[in-house]
């Protein structure tokens, strides 16, 4: 299918010939790292740069001879799925002084190495930029101790540093999300899907502990994504008298029915006077006040270990390919960056605008100045404590506001995970915003049966950690019942509806939309959030559900590589979902290091068939031992999962055998990822602001008549922004007949795992390039978010 010309520049235009570049991890290992190091690697090869490990970070650099090595494009490979960072990290005191310093500028000159890729934390990227400003001045004092030539001044006259993040408290400004954090955020919901599982058996307390010493983002988005009873980061400290308020709400929690409490704490939580919060504290707390029974458990280290989730994979090496081509794009004047994400989109920042922002936050802090702490963290970090608020302390009756608004909401299409969770929001923030909530079963077909009744706070508690769809889901569109429809709306007094679902409820809004014209109950507001594996919804990147099948994909994909490990060199053909939509193919391939990926959106043929053959063929000959393929299951009617597995077991005889998979229902299934439950939930939370927006603009002499564009939307993200876009407007950007969206913003990441994959190719540099500056509050629209 033809997609609409970019600006795509050939890498003889962006050589990077003569250039040698070095990679090095620093500080606290992160998940993710090493799909980092792997990109930086494999992009500078591809364009011709020199790129060298160094090893154990700094004190690598100062001690220099073995611990710098030069890379291979073989010496990466196996390393996408390894978590921490398999060429070592190492706090170095001696690299902090200038003799230090000094030693590190020599080893570097011996290597004829003048650029860096710096993977850590703000101490590790401040070092970087200090080394870089003093860099002219060692040389100069080489040269006087006779230790480099004159003329190495000259040659070597600029140290260039492009910096990337990899920190699991994700305590950086300037960057949504860092290298790692999403992965830890795995590791905690892990822990806390289980713990609540027994302290439900026993009727439990439990308080979990997680790393934070500085920033709470951790706690915070994992009591977002668990629905927990109480958080204690240490940017928003709890007024005095925290502790009845606390017990209050554990206290009530339990009168409802419930059979635990989840309490989640910062390691480095306070209290408004600055003194620690821990989670003994608030165990012997809760055991005094309520008689309790109450378990502590710390996690520690538990959350820097595993492999890294799909969004570290994709994020890491985005940010390392980024990394290559703003070193080789900078001059002796551009400032150091930090190659960073905004919404769904990569930025260049400079790097000391990032790093005094950081600093702030902790100036704010230790001056009680919290309200600005949490501002500073960013637009994000904020909604997610304005998100959490909302959803875990209910308000008394008296206090709720009085809007006699009914609002219904239902699943449409096929289920996916993350949809509970958008459903729980809606209902809570919707009671919170004074309406009157209705659940509507089996979706329009339910809808058509009069399969409705009010849903209240309590009945959604414990919803975001269920997958599948527990309102119950169908495809059925509402056009053959709309007449049903319109009356069971009448009967209910429906004044507002909110629809979670993929293809089937945009195609069901569209229709609801025309029905305008001959029901007038259909003139309300209505929204609908995007859910879907397949990420195949017109006006949106991403879908509530995608993350957990691409994690559903990487994990097996992993385990089936696994299962060839020391034996002779296999390929695997996998086939995966998504109809006509190559996401889950392409994306996860780029996740999981496939070697090829097949899908509708880009058109193949039986050459393109043989020369993919051929290049594995020629791999395994020199260094791979296992091979991965990627198809979508639609991708071409002639060339299937069981063709194409043939052909490579014939091409590849003697070279490789070949093993075919299809995965099938298990993308659907299992508990949603903390992605997908923080999307969904941060999205209905703003659908449903929107919807009592519009309720209150359409209230008319006692009645709400809406029957305008803007009141029938779909919720997306577009680049950087949440965006209501009228779902009328979006038609000409679908392909109704394949259904999908005419244009697709990751085609653009084909060519990322085609290059690190080995194959030449062009990349689309047109969103590259551009250094921006760090802003502190930025416009309301840009709070996207991508990574919660």
Not at 124 to 147: C, D, H, I, M
Not at 318 to 335: H, Y
Not at 560 to 568: L, M, V
Not at 664 to 674: F, L
């Amino acid at each position: 299918m033809a997609q609409p010309q970019s600006k795509k520049i050939f890498f003889e235009n962006l050589s990077g010939a003569g250039k040698a570049i070095a990679v090095l991890t620093s500080g606290g290992d992160a998940q993710g790292m090493n799909a980092a190091v792997r990109a930086v690697v494999r992009m500078g090869l591809y364009v011709g740069a020199k790129v060298y490990f160094i090893h154990e970070g700094y004190q690598g650099m100062v001690d220099g001879g073995e611990n710098i090595e030069e890379a291979s494009w073989e010496s990466v490979s196996s390393m996408l799925q390894v978590g921490g960072t398999v060429i070592g990290s190492a706090r170095c005191k001696e690299f902090r002084s200038h003799e230090g310093r000094l030693k590190a500028a020599h080893n570097l000159v011996q290597q004829g190495i003048t650029n860096l890729c710096v993977i850590g934390g703000d101490g590790s990227l401040t070092g970087a930029n200090l080394f870089r400003e003093e860099w002219s001045g060692l040389l100069t004092e080489l040269v006087e101790q006779g230790l480099i030539e004159a003329d190495a001044v000259q040659k070597y006259s600029a140290l260039h540093i492009v910096g990337m993040v990899g920190s699991i408290d994700n305590d950086f400004c300037g960057t949504d999300m860092t290298i790692g954090t999403d992965s830890a955020l795995h590791r905690i919901i892990e822990v806390v899907d289980a713990i609540m599982t027994t302290a439900q058996s026993h009727q439990r307390t439990f308080v979990l502990e997680v790393m934070g010493r500085h920033c709470g983002y951790l706690a915070l988005v994992s009591a977002l994504a668990c629905g927990a009873d109480w958080v204690l980061i240490p940017e928003m400290p709890p007024e005095d008298g925290w502790e009845d308020k606390m017990c209050e709400k554990l206290s009530a929690t339990r009168s409802r029915g419930t059979r635990l409490n989840i309490i989640i704490v910062a390691e480095g939580a306070i209290d408004r006077h600055g003194k620690p919060i821990t989670s003994g504290i608030v165990k012997d707390l809760v055991v005094k006040c309520l008689g309790f029974d109450t378990r502590v458990t710390i996690l520690g280290h538990v959350q820097r270990g595993g492999t890294p989730s799909a969004f570290d994979r994709i994020l890491a090496s985005r940010m390392g390919v980024e990394a290559v081509l703003a070193l080789l794009e900078t001059t002796a004047n551009t400032p150091a960056c930090v190659v960073s994400l905004c919404g769904n989109q990569s930025v260049r920042l400079p790097l000391m605008e990032c790093v005094q922002m950081t600093q702030e936050v902790q100036r704010a802090m230790d001056g009680k100045r919290f309200e600005e702490a949490v501002k500073l963290r960013g637009r994000s970090f904020e909604n997610n404590l304005k998100t959490y608020k909302l959803l875990a302390h209910r308000k008394p009756e008296s206090e709720l506001p009085i809007s006699n608004f009914n609002v219904a909401v239902l699943n449409v299409g096929a289920p996916s995970a993350g949809m509970n969770a958008a459903v729980r929001s809606a209902v809570r923030v919707g009671i919170s915003e004074g309406h009157k909530m209705f659940a509507v079963s089996d979706g329009f077909e339910g809808f058509s049966k009069g399969q409705i009744k009010e849903i209240k706070w309590a009945d959604v508690g414990g919803w975001t950690g269920q997958g599948g769809s527990l309102l119950g889901t169908k495809r059925t569109l509402p056009a053959k019942h709309v007449d049903k429809i319109a009356e069971q709306m009448r009967e209910h007094n429906i004044n507002a509806l909110l629809i979670v679902g993929g293809f089937e409820a945009f195609e069901s809004l569209l229709q609801l939309y025309e029905a305008r014209a001959t029901h007038e109950e259909f003139c309300i507001p209505m929204c609908m959030l995007p859910a879907t594996i397949s990420n195949n919804v017109p006006g949106t990147d991403l879908s509530i559900g995608a993350d957990t099948a691409l994690n559903a994909i990487v994990e097996t994909c992993d385990r089936i590589k696994q299962s060839a490990s020391g034996t002779k060199r296999r390929v695997f053909i996998i086939e995966t979902m998504g109809g006509y939509c190559g996401y889950l193919a392409s994306v996860g391939g780029l996740a999981a290091g496939a070697d090829a990926a097949y899908i509708y959106e880009e058109p193949f043929d039986i050459r393109d068939l043989q020369a993919n053959v051929e290049h594995l063929t020629e791999k395994m000959k020199t260094s791979i031992q296992r091979g991965l393929v990627l198809r979508n299951e639609n991708c071409n009617e002639n060339y299937t999962t069981d063709f194409i597995y043939q052909l490579y077991s014939e091409e590849g005889r003697g070279v490789f055998d070949s093993r075919k998979n299809v995965l099938g229902h298990m993308q659907q299934g299992g508990a949603p990822s903390p992605f997908d439950r923080n999307f969904g939930t941060k999205i209905s939370a703003k659908a449903m602001q929107w919807v009592t927006k519009k309720l209150v603009e359409t209230f008319r002499q006692g009645r709400v008549f809406a029957n305008t564009e803007d009141t029938c939307c779909l919720l997306g993200m577009r680049g950087r922004a949440l965006v209501f876009q009228p779902v009328v407007q979006l038609k000409g950007e679908t392909d109704f007949v394949h259904r999908i969206p005419k244009e697709q913003w990751w085609l653009k990441l084909r060519p990322l795992m085609k290059i690190l994959a080995k194959y030449k190719t062009s990349y689309d540099v047109s969103d590259s390039g551009q250094l921006e500056h760090v802003v502190r509050n930025r416009p309301r629209e840009s709070d996207a978010s991508v990574a919660m």
